[in-house]
């Protein structure tokens, strides 16, 4: 049985339409009913928590159900300050983004880039540099279907369906290399997304795309950082079995970034990430309220390939 997910540019933000072309049935999921239908024409199961989505409900967004909410209350339990490091996550990522467009970068790999959440790499990249480029990447079929909706609304900015553990194959895609020149600086991000896989594939996904980019590119990484043994059973025991969760010591992380030079301040708590440049401070508070710094579960670092 042949069956399309598909999203309107027309429709309230968020919203997915999913059509059963032997039914002719359509469904519209903003907040869900039928989920039995939007399962079937999707292929995922809504019982089952979803990274993405668990991250969208930690940001506030609304593109989840009622499974993903719960793994986050599970997720938070363990790690309280879970949203808090994903809305810290967001500012690093937009900040970092437009550190890298200011030094001239117009070419972009979001890998892992998740549900669009604005200010999106395009947005902010374009801010700096109106004719950037961004390809983003994901392996999941409703992140993939949202963000061609919304995100690829001009021929250079490209959603491509990958799992980053197939990276010679995306590499190798045409997709990519229609839009992205790696013989030229490129800004390559893998942003709360490397703690998904394990630490090989990890280490294995970095190396290869490292390799490829060219002397002055930057690499862009959020991570998730090691915990003692019973927070990671309970953060496991959140995302069950919807995903592998891998904390890793800063020195592990801090080798994600070899032959590159660190910008300034270096591989530091997301939550410390300085809003704009790096050596401007004192950093601001994220948000009215919270004590600053505060204890992160990831660590979040900039590096410039040399040569
Ligand atoms: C927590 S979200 C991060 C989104 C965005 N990068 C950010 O920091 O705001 C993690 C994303 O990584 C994606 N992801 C997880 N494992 C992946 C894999 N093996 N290949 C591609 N994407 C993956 C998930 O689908 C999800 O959209």
Redesign the pocket.
Known sequence: MHRVCSHSKHMTPGAITYRNPNSGATTVAGEPTGLGEIAGACGFDPGKP???R??DYL?GGKDHFAADRRAAQRLVSALPDAARA?RA??VF?TAAVRYVARRGISQYV??????P?SPNVHESARSVVPAARVAY????PV?VTHARALLATDDFVIVVK????EYEAILAGPELNALIDLSEPVCV?????LH??TAD?ADAVVAAFRERMAPGSYLVI?AGHDKNQQVREQVQTAYGDA?VLTGRPAAEIAAYFDGFDLVPPGLVPVTEWPLEEPDVGPRPRIWPGSPAPMAASMLAGIGRKRG
């Open positions: 979803n990274p993405a668990i991250y940001l994903a996550n967001r990522l979001d890998i892992g880039a998740g549900l959440t990447v994901d392996n999941d992140v990958g799992d980053t553990r991000l893998f942003v709360s997304m998904f896989l594939e959020s995903a």
